[in-house]
């Protein structure tokens, strides 16, 4: 079924959103693949079980499959299931818009070949389209146990792990309208690279085979075991990366600062493993005196040492069957990082004061706040124990990067903190809300916890405003931090002006913009000393009051272009001109960027042609 030169590959999309069908659909077909349009899964499954019952030839069967997961009749992870039980070697990719680290660990768990967040960017939809079309697995592959199938993929996860970044969705404009449109009437739409379109009929619908699932399952009554919550992007990272490696073997080395939920995503991938059943045992290298650490790891024999009455099991034959998540691996001693080595390397080990070796079969992940590669290279921690821990690396980000999932959280640990206290949840109104969000969070989502537990014993009333919070976070009220885009002298860029209209220069050679402004929108004129204490978005706000007290219109359509204009030039001259890099550190993919460029060079032609009709 893979794809080759003379014949194009065959896409079944399938989606109820029928505006986001006909987008996708327009955007397959472009990307030189044949779609056919499904308005639910169980049109599909008809298809299919079909060609099981031999009803059909299997020249009818896709190249690929991209299917949501909540719809009508028969959801998207059902149908994902049925499909790699019957047709391992079809493979699938799931998009939805419900993005929590549920949906994309069971849409792994079912097979499917990759998982899409909605929103996503159209470019990397193709690219992930055509991966999965020239992924192909061997009747081998096909044969072999699931244990087997684990390893075999193990390689192809660390390559791909760390490129799984969910980026903005950029659909097209899909004003216009068109023929051909599936309806709900189990009516298949075939959109081909030549634009034809045909209809075909499906026959009415029989009850789906599904293995021990019901039709219609409810995911959004799942619960989240887990306890990470998020929707930004940067947590679309994390759940892909947990559902890709939940069912791995491989040693994870978690990253990220202190309270951003290490120990939460090691949980969840041992909860989601083959060893679920089997003990998980967290243990804090930071909190063990060094002494001690080789017995708490180890265990000891009867009289090894001083105090030593009896035998005792360490941590890793406690955890021997499951998982061992070894928290700040950096201040482990070098003399224990040897012992370490040598079980990673061969799951033997000798307990302290021991003859005979201990073998364990353990999962080890790892987790720190340190640079463990300035440790390597200050000697302090072993290369080669850093390159044994280092096979899969899940960086965790700050709370400050992903300030979007602020309002989700604190609801969770307001809901949690009254269930604590047998009290009634406390909400916090708009503005105090908006002083969380901008709040620095050094602490990072343990440190917002906090906060919500002292809200919710220090606060009188059901309603929180911004005077009932701690008076950490009201001090950015009086001082707001400078943000990194916050504008200042250095800069050369006078904040108390935002800019109407620009011309756009775009150099060859390093596809740099330069940008020359005319016609400024002068915002009521404030000291300076007053103005640089502002942040940007304190200005525009500003500068949309004037605006609008001056009876201007439409002033979202004039800020957006120099909002792009401001942030491409500023990611262009970061990357030195290198458009991959640029479109990376935006968001973008490159051919969003590219476009971008064309669109800002077109409107500055356009602008520039009518100032000199006006003159």
């Known amino acids: 079924m893979s794809a080759s030169s003379d014949k194009i590959a065959t896409l079944w999309l399938i989606d109820d959103d029928a505006a986001l069908r006909l987008v996708l659909a327009d955007t397959f077909s472009d990307a030189n693949l044949e779609v056919i349009s499904f308005t639910q899964a169980q049109a599909a499954w008809i298809r299919l079980n079909d060609v099981l019952q031999q009803h059909e030839s299997h020249a009818i069967l896709p190249d690929v499959i991209l299917t949501d997961i909540r719809m009508p009749m028969m959801d998207g992870l059902s149908f994902s299931d049925w499909v790699h039980s019957n047709f391992p070697k079809l493979p699938i990719v799931i998009m939805t818009a419900h993005s929590d680290i549920t949906s994309a660990i069971d849409s792994y768990q079912t097979g499917a070949f990759d998982y899409l967040p909605k929103p996503f960017d159209l470019d990397d939809a193709v690219a992930t389209i055509y991966k999965a079309i020239d992924y192909q697995p061997s009747e081998q592959k096909n044969q072999q146990t699931t244990a087997n199938k684990t390893d075999k993929k193990d390689q192809q996860i660390s390559d791909n792990i760390n490129d799984s970044v969910s980026k903005n969705f950029n659909s097209k404009a899909s004003d216009d309208t068109k ?76 990253t990220g600062e202190s309270g951003t939920g290490k120990e939460l995503v090691a949980s969840a991938l041992h909860q989601h493993s083959p060893r679920a059943q089997q003990p998980f045992i967290a243990l804090n290298m930071a909190a ?35 998982t061992l998540f070894l928290d700040e691996i950096g201040d482990m001693p070098f003399s224990t990082q040897t012992r370490l080595l040598r079980v990673l390397a061969n799951g033997e080990f000798y307990r302290v004061g021991g003859q005979q070796p201990v073998k364990v079969d353990v999962r080890i992940i790892a987790a720190t706040h340190q640079n463990l590669e300035y440790l390597v290279q200050q000697g ?160 525009l706000a500003v500068w949309a009051k004037q605006s609008l007290q001056e009876g201007t219109t439409d002033i979202l359509q004039l800020a957006n272009p120099e909002f792009e204009r401001i942030l491409l030039s500023a990611a262009l001259t970061h990357s030195e001109g290198k458009k991959n890099l640029a479109a990376t550190l935006l968001g973008w993919g490159r051919n969003t960027l590219t476009r971008k460029l064309a669109l800002l060079e077109d409107s500055t032609v356009e602008t520039t042609a009518a100032s000199k009709t006006d003159s």
């Open 380 to 539: 302090k921690f072993r290369e080669d124990l850093f390159y044994r821990l280092n096979v899969i690396r899940l960086p965790l980000p700050p709370l400050r990067s992903r300030r979007e999932d602020i309002p989700a959280l604190a609801s969770h640990f307001m809901q949690r903190a009254s269930e604590q206290m047998n009290t009634t949840a406390k909400q916090l109104y708009p503005d105090a809300m908006h002083i969380v969000q901008n709040f620095d969070w050094r602490g990072n989502v343990r440190q917002l916890e906090n906060v919500c537990l002292w809200l919710t014993v220090m606060t009188t009333g059901d309603k929180v405003l911004a005077e009932d919070l701690p008076p950490e976070l009201l001090a950015i009220v009086d001082n707001p931090p400078l943000q990194p885009a916050q504008f200042n002298q250095q800069q050369h860029i006078q904040i108390d002006r935002i800019p109407q209209s620009s011309s756009l220069n775009i150099n060859p050679d390093s596809s740099v913009l330069t940008g020359t402004t005319s016609t400024p929108a002068t915002v009521p004129h404030a000291s300076t000393s007053a103005t640089l204490n502002m942040s940007w978005q304190q200005a």
């Open 179 to 254: 023929a051909g449109v599936d309806n709900i009437n189990n009516t298949a739409s075939i959109t081909g690279t030549g634009n034809r379109e045909s209809s075909i009929s499906i026959k009415p619908a029989v009850k789906p085979i599904i293995k021990d699932k019901a039709v219609i399952e409810d995911h959004s009554s799942k619960d989240n075991p887990s306890g990470i919550i998020g929707q930004s992007q940067a947590m679309q990272t994390v759940f892909r990366a947990i559902g890709r490696l939940a069912h791995s073997p491989i040693t994870v080395l978690i």
């Open 288 to 322: 063990i005196p060094h002494d001690l650490i080789e017995s708490e790891l180890f265990g000891h024999e009867k009289g090894a040492f001083t105090g030593a009455t009896t035998q005792r099991q360490g941590r890793f034959e406690q955890a021997d069957g499951g």
